[in-house]
């Protein structure tokens, strides 16, 4: 007996197992398209000279607006500092904390990502 008025056994069946093949394909390909880094990473600033001086560019660590020294800076990190690493592009990690994002190199962080 169908489920379905009007259509035989078989045929609700099928119907039943496209709607199920279906399903299954859109969570895999939901799945394939989320980022590889899905734990949390957390990154800390270490080993930045004591003495703040911005015009010779010591005592931070510069975020910038992208993965390269030549990128405006958006914000500066100091030794202690924490941020979230979302990605990494060569020698740089994006990060982004208390109302800002952008990328800083990894010369100056250790992380919890394992790389």
Request: charged content about 15%; aromatic content about 12%.
């Amino acid at each position: 007996m169908s489920v379905f008025p009007g259509k035989p056994a078989f045929a609700a069946k099928a119907a039943l197992s496209a709607a199920a093949l279906a399903t299954v394909a859109a969570t895999l390909a939901f799945g394939a398209a989320t980022p590889a880094q899905a734990q949390y990473c957390e990154g800390t600033v270490h080993g930045l000279s004591r003495a703040y001086n911005l015009a010779r560019g010591t005592g931070f660590l510069a975020v910038r607006a992208g993965p390269s020294a030549a990128a405006p800076m958006v914000h500066q990190l100091f030794n202690g500092d924490t941020v979230e690493i979302t990605d990494k592009r060569g020698s740089w990690y994006f990060v982004g904390g208390d109302g800002f994002e952008g990328w800083a190199h990894r010369k100056w962080m250790s992380n919890s990502c394992g790389y």
